[in-house]
Antibody, heavy 119, light 110 residues
Framework: QVQLQESGPGLVKPSQTLSLTCTVSGASVSSNNYYWTWIRQAAGKGLEWIGRIYTSGITNYNPSLKSRLIISLDTSKNEFSLNLNSVTAADTAVYHC???????????WGKGTTVTVSS | QSALTQPASVSGSPGQSITISCTGTSTDIVAYNYVSWYQQHPGKAPKLMIYDVSNRPSGVSNRFSGSKSGNTASLTISGLQAEDEADYYCTSYRSNSDLVFGTGTKVTVL
């Protein structure tokens, strides 16, 4: 059974960097068959695709976040991470890590972690 | 990055069928058969219901079906049940390797 678990600070100060890690069990982030992806959802709002990484290290980012975003992979720990810098209150959301198929659908979701940007 | 357009809400009585539309453009829904649909209950992570326009994952009820015509994808729920009350989101692959979500639809079972 594939499981994804997000971890990281629940509170980040404005202008600082939001850093989250997703630990994957039951599957390998080195797999050629999937992307590893981050999705977020602000309270009462819709889902927003943040970006993805492939085992090769190739990344694709949401154009609206691209200038502030880095997604990386640690195959030795079977984890992938998100770093979003210069955060504002608009980045307050529940962040989900997700397994994304090569046909661009998300078949396994982490439960999500709430990140609040506030001083 | 503009979202796909969905109706804010759709409602139906138990046993009825409802359809949720998802309208895109020539750079997403028209161009690719990579449309998927997700169900989200309050406080829960989304669940994949349909992928590749019309395919159901194992374990998803056959009351859920998907289709596409032109720039609009659709999710139909037949034999509506109380447990179907949730938010539903479509997504599509978009040119330049982006993924775009729909605006979301709240389904109410009357």
């Amino acid at each position: 059974q594939v499981q994804l678990q997000e971890s990281g600070p629940g509170l980040v100060k404005p202008s600082q960097t939001l850093s989250l890690t997703c630990t994957v069990s039951g599957a390998s982030v080195s797999s050629n068959n999937y992307y590893w992806t981050w999705i977020r959802q602000a309270a009462g709002k819709g889902l927003e695709w943040i970006g993805r990484i492939y085992t090769s290290g190739i990344t694709n980012y949401n154009p609206s976040l691209k200038s502030r975003l880095i997604i990386s992979l640690d195959t030795s720990k079977n984890e992938f991470s998100l770093n979003l810098n210069s955060v504002t209150a608009a980045d307050t959301a529940v962040y989900h890590c997700v397994r994304e198929s090569l046909h661009y659908y998300m078949d396994v979701w982490g439960k999500g972690t709430t990140v609040t940007v506030s001083s | 990055q503009s979202a796909l357009t969905q109706p804010a809400s759709v409602s139906g009585s138990p046993g009825q069928s409802i359809t949720i539309s998802c309208t895109g453009t020539s750079t997403d829904i028209v161009a690719y058969n990579y449309v998927s649909w997700y169900q989200q209950h309050p406080g829960k992570a989304p669940k994949l219901m349909i992928y590749d326009v019309s395919n159901r994952p194992s374990g998803v009820s056959n009351r859920f079906s998907g289709s596409k015509s032109g720039n609009t994808a659709s999710l139909t729920i037949s034999g509506l049940q109380a447990e179907d009350e949730a938010d539903y989101y479509c997504t599509s692959y978009r040119s330049n390797s982006d993924l775009v979500f729909g605006t979301g639809t709240k389904v109410t079972v009357l």
